[in-house]
Structures are given as C-alpha cells and as structure tokens.
C-alpha cells in the first residue's frame, strides 16, 4: 500500500474534497495540517510550495487535487 500524505488547511475546500476522494476509495492517508503542524509548514516552504492541498504519494508531491495524476500513480 501507497504512503500517502496529504497536506492540508482548514479553509481550503480542495483539501477537504481530496480527503473526502481518498477516504470513498477506502485509501489510507495521514492528514498534515498547516494550520496545527509547524512541520507541514517547513516542509511546503522547502520546496516551495505557496498553497495546499500537496498530496505525497510515496514521496512525489502532487501539487493540487488532481485526481488524473492521483489515479495514474496509484494504478486505479
């Protein structure tokens, strides 16, 4: 199985349809929020990233929620 992070606000409605896609799926993930996790934060800025949801996959950042990008590295 796939380790999956999601980073996350507690604004953002993208986040919260990315997570609502994952868990339909029954897919596990580890949510990251911004807004409670200094860690998350570090980890958006060192590589640049200026919003969320970033969905890591086995180590590759999907920047948004794009479900085409989400499928294809995951095999569904």
Do not use: H, W
């Not at 609502?20 to 029954?26: C, I, L």
């Not at 929620?65 to 569904?76: G, P, W």
């Amino acid at each position: 199985m796939a380790d999956i992070k999601i980073y996350t606000s507690n604004t953002c409605v993208f986040c919260k349809a990315a997570k609502q896609y994952f868990n339909d799926k029954g897919i596990e993930f580890t949510e990251m929020n911004v807004d409670k996790d200094k860690d998350a934060v570090d980890y958006l800025v060192s590589k640049g990233y200026r919003g969320v949801p970033v969905i890591n996959i086995d180590g590759e950042d999907i920047v948004g929620f794009d479900k085409e990008a989400i499928e294809k590295k995951l095999n569904i």
